[in-house]
């Protein structure tokens, strides 16, 4: 089985710029998460879709949105970027089978701001 | 408001030792716990995945444990390699639909050769 891909791998930007980042889950994974990996906060849940409804959200400003499509691939947004904003940005898919959740992560995008 | 702590920061042993690192978190009413490594600039790759109902996991020459009524986990490492180089990081989750992991800050395992 393919694990989980992100797209793009690297993105330069600069202050007041939007951008997307996508992520495709392992095949028959109904959740996605989103987490933000910085040097000094670690790594930080962002939010969780799960058929296509944000079922959980972490505590980050309302410029960091996502979505879900019926495929279960996922898309991350964040708007009127700003320098904090750099850090390697995590996708992990998850399922549920008897009881058992284990969250699978892709290698992640690298988002620099200038 | 869970919070995962895990000593120490950074280890640096010879090849061949065996090692522990320590996880502890907060709030015992955890679903499961997570032991994760991350290589330099890379994703996160699972190693061991405990549910509360248990008490250690295996894979190879690693095992993990969980108290949960003391809030703690340990990863042992046997035999280390200069492979086994990187940071782990240990995460739980509270589960009832809420399976957001809260992550330690890691520790950065170092083999010397």
């Known amino acids: 089985k393919a694990g989980v891909t992100q797209t793009p791998r690297y993105l330069i930007k600069t202050r007041g710029q939007q951008v997307t980042l996508s992520c495709s889950p392992i095949?028959?994974?109904?959740?996605v998460s989103w987490y933000q990996q910085t040097p000094g906060q670690g790594l930080q849940f962002l939010f969780e879709?799960?058929?296509?409804?944000?079922?959980n959200k972490g505590n980050f400003p309302g410029r960091f949105s996502g979505r879900q499509f019926s495929n279960s691939r996922s898309e991350m947004n964040v708007s009127t970027l700003e320098l904090g904003d750099s850090a390697l940005y995590l996708c992990?898919?998850?399922?549920?089978?008897?009881?058992?959740?284990?969250?699978?992560f892709g290698p992640g995008t690298r988002l620099t701001v200038l | 408001k869970q919070e995962v702590t895990q000593i120490p920061a950074a280890l640096s042993v010879p090849e061949g030792e065996n090692l522990v690192l320590n996880c502890s978190f907060t709030d015992s009413a955890i679903y499961n716990l997570q032991w994760f490594r991350q290589d330099p600039g890379k994703g996160l790759t699972s190693l061991l995945l405990?549910?509360?109902?248990?008490r250690e996991q295996t894979s190879g020459r690693l095992n993990a444990s969980l108290d949960k009524s003391s809030g703690r986990s340990t990863l042992y490492i046997a035999a280390s390699q200069p492979g086994d180089s990187a940071t782990y990081l240990c995460?739980?989750?509270?589960?009832?639909?809420?399976?957001?992991?809260?992550f330690g800050k890691g520790t950065l395992l170092t083999v010397n050769p």
């Open positions: 095949s028959g994974h109904r959740s």
């Open positions: 995460a739980v989750s509270l589960g009832g639909s809420n399976y957001k992991l809260t």
């Open positions: 879709y799960f058929s296509e409804t944000q079922r």
């Open positions: 405990i549910q509360s109902s248990q």
């Open positions: 992990a898919s998850s399922y549920e089978l008897a009881g058992v959740y284990e969250q699978f």
